[in-house]
């Protein structure tokens, strides 16, 4: 008789990345006899497979570490495990603080997973937060389920050189390293035989890609075009200095790669810029995004803000306003500034709680007002939404259009995997409601945000 499956429970904070770094976590376990279960009552190993790009994120997982503890509590065999970026920044702290811990481990050795597991059951409680001159996508099997959602992850490149002042990424992911282009397209054509139809390359600064041989992530993105059943292409997230002629060229002649782009700033004033170590000027990213917009005049963009970093003043902070009603954003995240410990500019003098707070509320109320008005743009218009997964309603489905769009539609279940024209109809706040005209059909090409 064989012994049953060993339950493995993993919840995942943060990013993009960490879903796909979860996702082959639990195909690495896979191998090891356990099989993935949505509850951690149920669980014989939990990951918290964590973030620490927000604030108080590592509170947030000792929260959740005392609640785990009385399932410890009842059950001692129950194995605990903390990954990811908490993991790396706080490394043998979480088991002296949390003694229901069993093993931590940094985003860069997920490979060594099992046998980490094995020096617990050996009596150890293992802390594993360097960096290993193996590269662990060589070590971490493929996902082999039968079948995937229509979108997926790629991990092309980790790590980051760039050192602004307010990330903790260069510490917790280490320097950039990219993966072999080669490997890549391989992965991404496994994923399109499980039914991938769309892949998000991912990066902590994508656009920095560039394997040992030279290939760029321009070069990529046409390597993977050649796939065979892959429609469309994403990458997040980039750093401005970084996006060249080549990508922007991409942009321009590859149809697979979709006119929505990432684009951090962070803020419009120089003086903020410089002390960020951010190593651009509000006029190069106007600059920038005037040759993306010449490009592919339908570009939509995204972009990430800091409010009240150390030292912003209110002129500063009208540069931003002023930035981002010249770029006319189709989305983009704010947050007031947050000290993450060992980064330069956590011993800085902060902007008061009060002023960044008013400053954030501002700021969001224009954004909101600039995804409205691209919402709004878009409703009469034809667009490709590929259908992912059912909607909330009875016969509805969910789809993403070619600038992320969430989209609501009826459609048969058996549509997921499928790109059908449909004629947007109303604009939400987060989402746009439409009605299917034809299943793999061409559509004029939709107008560009307002800006």
Do not use: W
Not at 63 to 74: I, N, P, T, V
Not at 88 to 111: K, N, T
Not at 123 to 151: C, S, W
Not at 305 to 320: L, Q
């Amino acid at each position: 008789m064989t012994a049953p499956a060993k339950k493995l429970f993993v919840k995942t904070y943060g990013c993009q990345m960490n879903v796909y770094d979860s996702e082959r976590m639990t195909a690495a376990l896979a191998a090891e006899g356990y099989e993935a279960t949505a509850t951690p009552e149920d669980a014989d190993l939990i990951l918290l497979n964590t973030c620490h790009i927000r604030e108080k994120a590592a509170e947030k997982v000792y929260s959740e570490l005392g609640r785990l503890k009385r399932l410890k509590a009842d059950r001692p065999a129950l194995r605990i495990g903390v990954t990811g970026c908490v993991a790396q920044a706080e490394g043998a702290e979480i088991i002296a603080r949390s003694p229901a811990v069993d093993l931590v481990v940094g985003p860069q050795a997920y490979h060594r997973l099992p046998a980490l597991i094995a020096r617990r059951e050996a009596g150890e409680r293992p802390v594993e937060t360097d960096f290993p001159e193996e590269d662990k996508f060589d070590h971490l099997p493929q996902d082999r389920r039968a079948r995937r959602a229509p979108a997926a992850f790629l991990t092309v490149q980790e790590g980051c050189d760039k050192f602004c002042a307010f990330c903790v990424v260069p510490y917790t992911r280490g320097a950039e390293v990219s993966r072999p282009a080669a490997r890549i397209v391989a992965e991404a054509g496994a994923l399109v035989e499980r039914g991938v139809v769309e892949i998000t390359l991912l990066g902590q600064n994508v656009n920095a890609y560039r394997d040992a041989d030279g290939v760029t992530l321009a070069a990529l993105v046409r390597r993977l075009a050649a796939i065979e059943g892959l429609a469309r292409i994403r990458y997040t997230t980039s750093h401005p200095t970084d996006m060249d002629d080549a990508l922007i060229a991409a942009h321009a002649g590859e149809a697979k790669l979709m006119p929505f782009l990432h684009l951090p700033v962070q803020s419009g004033s120089d003086r903020v810029l410089k002390a960020m170590n951010r190593k651009h000027r509000a006029e190069d990213y106007l600059r920038l995004v005037e040759r993306i917009r010449a490009a592919r005049p339908d570009m939509a963009l995204s972009g990430d803000f800091i409010v009240g970093f150390p030292g912003e003043t209110e002129a500063d902070f009208a540069d931003t306003l002023a930035l981002v009603e010249a770029v006319g954003y189709a989305q983009a995240y704010s947050f007031a500034y947050s000290p993450r410990p060992g980064t330069p500019a956590a011993g800085r003098e902060p902007v008061p709680r009060d002023v960044s707070t008013e400053r954030l509320h501002r700021l969001q109320a224009l954004l909101a007002r600039q995804q409205a008005a691209f919402q709004a743009a878009l409703v009469g218009s034809e667009l490709p939404v590929l259908i992912e997964k059912p909607g909330r309603l009875a016969g509805q489905m969910v789809g993403r259009s070619p600038y992320l769009n969430a989209v609501h539609l009826a459609a048969p279940a058996d549509a997921a995997g499928t790109i059908v024209t449909a004629r947007i109809v109303s604009a939400e706040t987060n989402s746009l409601g439409a009605e299917r005209v034809a299943i793999r059909g061409t559509s004029a090409k939709p107008p560009g945000p307002a800006h």
